[in-house]
């Protein structure tokens, strides 16, 4: 009797929980088709994070990774599933099959779409000026790939002034072949390193270079307030008493149409002769002709490069260039620093959705 009596009020209370729990299903779908909307145009590697952070704010929606170009932008269009988003998360990654968010996609994309969260410093890929006629903010992750790119910068320098790499694809090819260590290498500490954009990895492959130590000049767009007593600066009407002491030039700007080829034969000519060039901004802001030209007459004693003009089919005689240093675009390619990246774009995308802005607004657009 106490049992029959005790199982039907369970009974009871169960079915008045599970109406409690479907009313509740009911709201949170109600809200979550209210939520706003933005789409990863790219995987997300940190799920976990990433759920979590959207949690309540948005619906984030994945586009399934063969979508190409004129997909994206069908999807996007009213009756779209992509349809009413107001920001996207996107990485290099996709310029393979969406492309670059240049003026002609920027001029697709709904009036709904009002930001853009880049995952990386550089954001070459990304119109900014055709995002800010349309009034969509644009956001970076800068500092997040500051030691990692810093570090290859580094790495490049010293293979380049050793010899290192050349020895080393030597010694696998089975000569030990010590005679490269005569001449053409030389010790770091002492020597005079020009640095050409002291923004964040130009201001960490400072501070890295200075330990040797090494002597620092700096041109950049402004003097910097922030850079240490150390740091040399040179202005514009300076550059070639600059270009004239160093033995490396490490470049370290951005690639717009302003610094397309900024170090061109004539830059590279007004280096001392023997000196290395380290680039690990962007392969347009240094004129490769003119690079291997240079390397070839002697004129550069070698070079170190983790970016080229056109990636990944780069210009193959760079292979046969022994006294080249090459990666293939690894600046930031850590567990480490892809992780901030990730978290941190997604986190100014996030901030958008909730305040209307991501902190890390590219300059043109603050
Ligand atoms: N190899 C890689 O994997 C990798 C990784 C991250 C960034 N990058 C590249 O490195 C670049 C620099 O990144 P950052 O985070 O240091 O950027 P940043 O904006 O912090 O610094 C760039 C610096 O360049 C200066 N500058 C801009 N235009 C200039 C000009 N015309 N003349 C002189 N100085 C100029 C700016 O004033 C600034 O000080 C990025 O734009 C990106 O292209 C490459």
Not at 247 to 261: A, F, G, Q
């Amino acid at each position: 009797m106490f049992l029959n009596q005790s199982l039907s009020n369970s009974m009871r209370n169960l079915s008045q929980r599970v109406k409690v729990v479907a009313s509740s299903a009911a709201a949170y779908s109600q809200t979550a088709k209210m939520l706003p909307r933005v789409v990863l145009c790219d995987p997300v590697e940190y799920q976990y994070e990433c759920k979590a952070m959207f949690d309540g704010v948005a619906e984030v929606i994945k586009i399934d990774p063969s979508t190409d170009r004129r997909e994206f932008i069908r999807r996007l269009q009213p009756g779209g599933t992509l349809e009413g988003v107001i920001g996207l998360f996107e990485r290099n990654q996709s310029i393979g099959r969406i492309g670059r968010f240049d003026e002609d996609l920027i001029s697709e994309l709904p009036s709904s779409i009002k930001w853009i969260a880049h995952m990386g410093a550089g954001y070459d890929k990304v119109d900014v000026l055709a995002c800010k006629e349309r009034g969509i903010g644009v956001s970076n992750t800068p500092g997040a790939v500051d030691d990692a790119t810093a570090t290859t910068a580094l790495y490049l320098m010293i293979s380049a002034l050793r010899g290192f790499s050349a020895a080393e694809r030597s010694l696998r090819a089975g000569n030990w072949n010590r005679s490269h260590s005569s001449e053409s290498t030389h010790d770091i500490t002492g020597r005079i390193v020009a640095i050409l954009g002291l923004g964040g990895i130009g201001l960490r492959f400072a501070e890295l270079v200075h330990a040797f130590p090494m002597r620092i000049l700096y041109h950049s767009r402004r003097k910097v307030a922030a850079a240490p007593e150390w740091c040399e600066h040179y202005d514009k009407e300076h550059l070639d008493e600059m270009l004239a002491q160093a033995d490396v030039l490490s470049v370290h700007v951005p690639y717009t149409k302003e610094t397309r080829n900024i170090v061109d034969e004539t830059v590279i000519r007004k280096l001392k002769k023997g000196a290395i060039i380290v680039n690990t901004a962007r392969g347009q802001v240094v004129d490769e002709e003119a690079m291997i030209k240079a390397l070839r007459d002697g004129h550069l004693s070698g070079v170190g490069l983790d970016v080229f003009c056109n990636e990944p089919n780069i210009d193959r005689r760079w292979y046969d260039i022994p006294n080249a240093v090459l990666l293939p675009h690894l600046g930031t390619a850590t567990a480490d620093s892809r992780k901030k990246m990730e978290l941190q774009a997604l986190r100014n995308l996030c901030d958008f959705v909730l305040t209307g802005k991501g902190a890390d607004i590219v300059p043109e657009l603050r």
